[in-house]
T-cell receptor
Framework: NAGVTQTPKFQVLKTGQSMTLQCAQDMNHEYMSWYRQDPGMGLRLIHYSVGAGITDQGEVPNGYNVSRSTTEDFPLRLLSAAPSQTSVYFC???????????FGPGTRLTVL | DQQVKQNSPSLSVQEGRISILNCDYTNSMFDYFLWYKKYPAEGPTFLISISSIKDKNEDGRFTVFLNKSAKHLSLHIVPSQPGDSAVYFCAAHRDDKIIFGKGTRLHILP
């Protein structure tokens, strides 16, 4: 049981490049979410999903897209990276009726 | 507008004493509250939670108190241990969204 896995662990992008942060869980959790953590800002919700085929926006969705084609996977796409998207990104999952989320180890992204 | 506020960026407590971490919220529609602990270079891990219909929940050394009229919750850790040194996040749930505060860094002093 691997829990929540995220790839890559580290990534450096140039402004304007696109990339996808991968997130997968093997716990059959309905609920998945993406957060970013910035110094002094805590964890801010980007997008979330309550099940396959259903996604919705969180607090800071601009510049990010998500999709949920399977229960296991919840990728986060940056279409045109900006320096303001330099952050640590965490993916999390839980059962929908139990709100205690399991977090992945994070992806540290730097946009130059 | 910040809906979940942790107004103390850091807190230092002597080993063996009680640590009290505080959290305030503005949205009275939050129905569930959670505390997470985070070590550097790791993802947050769940500690303890409380439903809005309760005022106290206890799990071992950790107790969470909820005061709905004051829109305030607190996490008590007794006794504090060196491994408790970490960043603690308060979080609140409403309508499938879980919103986090900015965190409080707890230092346990020997």
């Amino acid at each position: 049981n691997a829990g929540v896995t995220q790839t890559p662990k580290f990534q450096v992008l140039k402004t304007g490049q696109s990339m996808t942060l991968q997130c997968a869980q093997d716990m059959n959790h309905e609920y998945m979410s993406w957060y970013r953590q910035d110094p002094g800002m805590g964890l801010r919700l980007i997008h979330y999903s309550v099940g396959a085929g259903i996604t919705d926006q969180g607090e800071v969705p601009n510049g990010y897209n998500v999709s949920r084609s399977t229960t296991e996977d919840f990728p986060l796409r940056l279409l045109s990276a900006a320096p303001s998207q330099t952050s640590v990104y965490f993916c999390a999952s839980s059962y929908r009726e139990r709100l205690e989320q399991f977090f992945g180890p994070g992806t540290r992204l730097t946009v130059l | 507008d910040q809906q979940v506020k942790q107004n103390s960026p850091s807190l230092s407590v002597q080993e063996g004493r009680i640590s009290i971490l505080n959290c305030d919220y503005t949205n009275s529609m939050f129905d569930y509250f959670l505390w997470y602990k985070k070590y550097p270079a790791e993802g947050p891990t769940f500690l303890i939670s409380i439903s809005s219909i309760k005022d106290k929940n206890e799990d071992g050394r950790f107790t969470v108190f909820l005061n709905k009229s004051a829109k305030h919750l607190s996490l008590h850790i007794v006794p504090s241990q060196p491994g408790d040194s970490a960043v603690y996040f308060c979080a609140a749930h409403r309508d499938d969204k879980i919103i986090f505060g900015k965190g409080t860094r707890l230092h346990i002093l020997p």
